[in-house]
């Protein structure tokens, strides 16, 4: 592996968290080798640009200034590790168990952590794995 490598596969992290805050969904698609997300904490998991795109629909209907501040980022292997804040205000219904929540206006700032899988030798992104407590959000905004 070398560092350049490593270097580009940081950047394009970067880059696709940067692009998921300004809803730019072709340049988050373009990051991928293959879009996919696997979700745990939830349990869900979004394979395809179809399916990847009706997550971002879904998740920014109730979120739509969702976004993400950066507090760490590593290398290892073919994974790039990032801890960060997600924050956003509740703008939109939000449909929990057995319910949908009506906008609240709360804003809310959780911590978060997620894996970027490389296909090896390249700095397409295969697989992002974000690792949260799934009621977090919903603690954060009174609901719980």
């Known amino acids: 592996m070398t560092v350049d490598l490593a270097e580009r596969r940081i950047a394009v992290v970067r880059e696709h968290m940067a692009l998921e805050v300004t809803h730019d969904w072709d340049g988050v698609i373009a990051t991928f080798q293959h879009p996919r997300y696997e979700m745990h904490g939830g ?9 990847v795109r009706g997550y971002f629909a879904a998740s920014r209907t109730p979120f739509p200034d969702q976004g993400n501040e950066i507090i760490a980022i590593a290398h290892a292997g073919d994974t790039v590790l990032v801890e960060f804040w997600l924050t956003g205000t509740h703008l939109g219904p939000l449909k929990l168990p057995g319910r949908t929540v009506e906008p609240t206006g709360k804003a809310f700032r959780v911590r978060m952590a997620a894996s970027f899988e490389f296909a ?24 719980a």
Do not use: T
């Open 43 to 51: 349990g869900q998991v979004f394979d395809g640009e179809v399916a």
């Open 120 to 143: 090896p030798g390249s700095d397409k992104i295969v697989c992002e794995r974000p690792y949260f407590d799934q009621g977090a959000v919903v603690r954060a905004l009174g609901l």
